[in-house]
């Protein structure tokens, strides 16, 4: 006899799992734009805000999501990634979570710039971390970062249950999530990358079952390239 499962309101039935019809929608989200003007890769180094233009970003994805029904809100610990979640938790008279889970990824040019053609890439010393670009080697791995964002992305998925979630997170960790999520390989060219700044990457689950991913970029389009990663 097939076993039965008793659902409550929350959509959790007795087996600790979502209904299988219980849709629950994870916005995964970059932050905005950030004030950087010695064009560093700064990647986790503290004090780094948002730009008023990244501040206006932040302000019109929460306008955006006003008619949504966010009951969660959790972000990256840096500071950029912070202060993007705040008008959104605001608008929905939240608190902002934080998840270790979501920070930038772990970069050994943090602190340089390393702009084609200029900075540290024209330093012999540095070019021995460029010797792999499929793990990297110049910084944590794409697996190491899609493991921990998918963590962030079902702890997420299980707070807001029946409902949406707000993960305010970086460019990398984001586009790498996306890509494994889509069983792609994870090694890239940065300048194909969709994630934008503030952007939301939306993954729509049924029950436990990811049915779907939508993009958008609720703050107006920006260069993959940009940085304010």
């Not at 905005?32 to 010695?38: R, T």
């Not at 932040?58 to 705040?86: F, K």
């Not at 080697?137 to 079902?154: F, T």
Request: with cysteine; net charge negative.
């Amino acid at each position: 006899m097939t076993e039965s499962h008793i659902v409550d309101a929350s959509g959790i039935d007795t087996s600790g799992h979502p209904h299988a019809d219980t849709r629950t929608i994870v916005h995964v989200m970059r932050h905005g734009e950030v004030h950087n003007p010695k064009g560093i890769l700064y990647g986790r180094l503290p004090n780094f805000r948002l730009s008023v233009n990244g501040q206006a970003q932040a302000r019109t994805v929460a306008n955006v999501l006003a008619g949504h029904d966010v009951t969660h809100v959790v972000a990256s610990p840096l500071q950029r990634a912070q202060e993007t979640a705040a008008p959104i938790a605001s608008a929905f008279g939240l608190s902002i979570e934080t998840d270790e889970n979501l920070i930038e990824a772990g970069n050994d040019f943090e602190g340089l710039k390393v702009a084609v053609g200029d900075g540290a890439l024209r330093r012999p010393r540095h070019w021995l971390k460029l010797r792999d670009p499929f793990t990297p080697s110049w910084g944590e791995p794409y697996l190491q970062i899609a493991h921990r964002m998918l963590a962030a992305v079902n702890a997420a998925r299980v707070s807001a249950v029946g409902h949406e979630a707000v993960c305010v997170s970086h460019q990398l960790p984001v586009w790498t999530l996306r890509r494994f999520l889509q069983g792609d390989r994870l090694w890239h060219d940065p300048r194909n990358r969709q994630c934008g700044l503030a952007s939301l990457t939306s993954l729509i689950y049924e029950g436990d079952t990811l049915v779907d991913i939508v993009y958008s970029e609720p703050a107006g389009a920006s260069d993959p390239l940009q940085t304010g990663a």
